[in-house]
């Protein structure tokens, strides 16, 4: 679904460690998304982007059809939220509604702020590589788990397990994490992705916990 389809108080259809469930939008979460409850077990639920909402929750005689699902995969969705959890309950007790991550991302901004000067001056203002007249400049992508995952994982040329991608990732300089589970999280992206993009997406699943870039 679009964001600004999205309206609080509406009841919607969401995927919540493997299963589909109602969820009732109560209220926008300060960090993005929104604060829900799930409707059969009272539960608060935290939905982070509008990917995750499947439209409004239907009458019975609409039922949803899930998506089948593999034991692996479930528990990989499981561990994700329950790491999603636990980053929220880190940033609500926190004095400045941060993690400990954020936070020093946050500190090192000055530092960062003179590279990516010299990053503005090597490519030129327009986007253009200055070395190429005329040249086009792509649109950058956010260093991110899952699309720095997506280019070691076509670099390496081979099928990769999500924990062998987070360390070649880790090992690049440009991602890091205090999360404990990054794997787990980074294996709830890509079938998210592949859910979501079907042949558009980036990754494909060759085996039991493997996956190959696109071609």
Request: with cysteine.
């Amino acid at each position: 679904m679009k964001k600004n389809n999205v309206k609080l108080g509406k009841v919607y259809a969401v995927k919540v460690s493997g299963s589909v469930v109602p969820v009732r939008l109560d209220r926008e979460n300060p960090h993005g998304g929104w604060d829900g409850t799930n409707v059969k077990t009272k539960k608060s639920v935290r939905i982070k982007s509008a990917q995750r909402l499947r439209g409004l929750w239907p009458k019975k005689t609409m039922p949803i059809v899930e998506e089948p699902i593999t034991p692996a995969e479930a528990q990989a969705i499981h561990h994700a939220d329950q790491e999603n959890a636990r980053l929220d309950e880190e940033r609500r007790h926190a004095p400045d509604g941060q993690t400990a991550s954020e936070r020093a991302m946050a500190t090192s901004a000055p530092k960062s702020k003179k590279r990516r000067k010299a990053a503005k001056e090597a490519i030129g203002e327009s986007g253009r590589d200055t070395g190429e007249p005329g040249a086009t400049g792509a649109k950058k992508e956010r260093n991110s788990l899952l699309n720095l995952a997506a280019k070691v994982l076509a670099e390496s040329g081979e099928p990769m397990n999500c924990q062998q991608m987070v360390e070649k990732v880790l090992a690049t300089g440009l991602w890091q994490t205090e999360g404990k589970t990054p794997a787990a999280t980074l294996a709830s992206a890509i079938l998210r992705e592949i859910t979501k993009k079907g042949e558009a997406a980036r990754f494909r699943k060759v085996d039991r916990g493997k996956f190959v870039a696109a071609q």
